[in-house]
């Protein structure tokens, strides 16, 4: 049966996406735990970020770095918050996580209720610095 994410991936649940190549998605969170966190995740079905391939592995941290740089000046924050929890969806996946503190890092911080322009917004300021 195919995960949330390939679902997501596939169309069959709409998601806000930033990016997407031949390997990876780059779509925002639902839950954010700051505005702009958004979810790296390959289009192949992985379980564990460790039973990944070292060159997808690679793929996706490039992405990721480009990603958190995009949001530093997207959303003017210090710095990238990058966590791999491995625990919500049995699909690999990437947080990236503009923050200017350690405290916005906790998933006990994440949103109940979301904005979908809210969304839409932080996906197309993300991408908007991914095509410098």
């Given at each position: 049966?195919?995960?949330?994410f390939?679902?997501?991936?596939?169309?069959?649940?709409?998601?806000?996406?930033?990016?997407?190549?031949?390997?990876?998605?780059?779509?925002?969170?639902?839950?954010?735990?700051?505005?702009?966190?958004?979810?790296?995740?390959?289009?192949?079905?992985?379980?564990?970020?460790?039973?990944?391939?070292?060159?997808?592995?690679?793929?996706?941290?490039?992405?990721?770095?480009?990603?958190?740089?995009?949001?530093?000046?997207?959303?003017?924050?210090?710095?990238?918050?990058?966590?791999?929890?491995?625990?919500e969806?049995?699909?690999?996946?990437?947080?990236?996580i503009?923050?200017?503190?350690?405290?916005?890092?906790?998933?006990?911080?994440?949103?109940?209720?979301?904005?979908?322009?809210?969304?839409?917004?932080?996906?197309?300021?993300?991408?908007?610095?991914?095509?410098?």
């Open positions: 049966m195919p995960t949330l390939t679902k997501i991936i596939e169309g069959q649940i709409p998601a806000k996406f930033a990016y997407r190549d031949d390997r990876c998605v780059v779509f925002m969170s639902i839950n954010p735990i700051t505005v702009g966190h958004a979810l790296v995740v390959p289009v192949q079905e992985i379980d564990q970020w460790t039973d990944l391939s070292p060159d997808l592995s690679q793929h996706l941290l490039n992405v990721a770095k480009k990603v958190g740089n995009a949001q530093k000046l997207a959303f003017g924050c210090e710095r990238a918050g990058l966590i791999i929890a491995g625990f969806v049995n699909h690999c996946h990437l947080h990236v503009p923050t200017n503190s350690i405290q916005d890092l906790s998933f006990s911080n994440a949103a109940q209720n979301v904005d979908y322009k809210q969304l839409q917004d932080a996906a197309d300021k993300i991408a908007s610095y991914l095509a410098i």
